[in-house]
């Protein structure tokens, strides 16, 4: 079956800095959904992209789509406490639109 | 948050019992599914419904059952609770508008099976 990845699994930033999460799928993507869950909390929505080589912008979140609609990524510029948690990708695979495969999750830590 | 409650929120239980969680949306949205949370295993589909009385499984369905008997109510049922089920377990909606297919989460139920 469809398998996503994520990485990396973890990664811990002085407040500021850059922040980058990878997300590849085995399989071409109709669409690809980020999510971010705060400790303690449920997974909310981000943002979703269709096209191929897609590239949207949230303030300082910067999400792409690859050329052949398997990988994304998601990087946020100078990232603030408020950034902190799990950040998920999810897939869905040509003809199950509604029908996600999540990744396994980048959990973001940012320090002063 | 898209209207969806979960019910119970905690429940603890023993190995072999039988678990109903509940999820209940208040807008009518034809999807819906469960997950399940693990850590090192993101969130994981379990089943996931497309109308009333109409559902499907997910990549980790066995063990569980689901109905759905309205619209707005969606049903996870442990037949025999094992340990191995011990997790979070998240019920989302998705509402379709304007061709998208983002998925919206209710706060979760955390189970644990002693």
């Known amino acids: 079956g469809q398998q996503v990845m994520q990485i990396p699994q973890y990664q811990h930033v002085q407040e500021g800095e850059d922040f980058t999460t990878y997300c590849n799928s085995s399989?071409?993507?109709?669409?690809i959904q980020w999510y971010k869950q705060r400790p303690g909390g449920h997974p909310v929505f981000l943002i979703q992209?269709?096209?191929?080589?897609e590239v949207k912008k949230q303030k300082r979140l910067t999400f792409q789509f690859g050329e052949a609609k398997k990988n994304s990524s998601l990087h946020i510029t100078a990232t603030q406490t408020t950034d902190v948690g799990t950040y998920f990708c999810a897939g869905a695979d040509t003809g199950t639109a509604s029908k996600l495969t999540f990744g396994t999750g980048t959990r973001l830590q940012v320090t002063l | 948050d898209a209207g969806i409650t979960q019910s119970p929120r905690h429940k603890v239980t023993e190995t072999g019992t039988p678990v109903t969680l509940r999820c209940h949306q208040t807008e009518n949205h034809r999807y819906m599914y469960w997950y399940r949370q693990d850590p090192g295993h993101g969130l994981r589909l379990i089943h996931y419904s497309y109308g009333v009385k109409d559902t499907d499984k997910g990549e980790v369905s066995d063990g569980y059952s689901v109905s759905r008997s309205k619209t707005e109510d969606f049903l996870l049922t442990l037949e025999s609770a094992t340990s191995s089920q011990t997790s979070v377990y998240f019920c989302?909606?998705?509402?379709?508008?304007?061709?998208?297919?983002?998925?919206?989460f209710g706060p979760g139920t955390r189970l644990t099976v002693l």
């Open positions: 992209l269709v096209k191929s080589g």
């Open positions: 989302a909606i998705t509402p379709g508008l304007a061709g998208g297919h983002e998925q919206f």
């Open positions: 399989t071409t993507l109709s669409n």
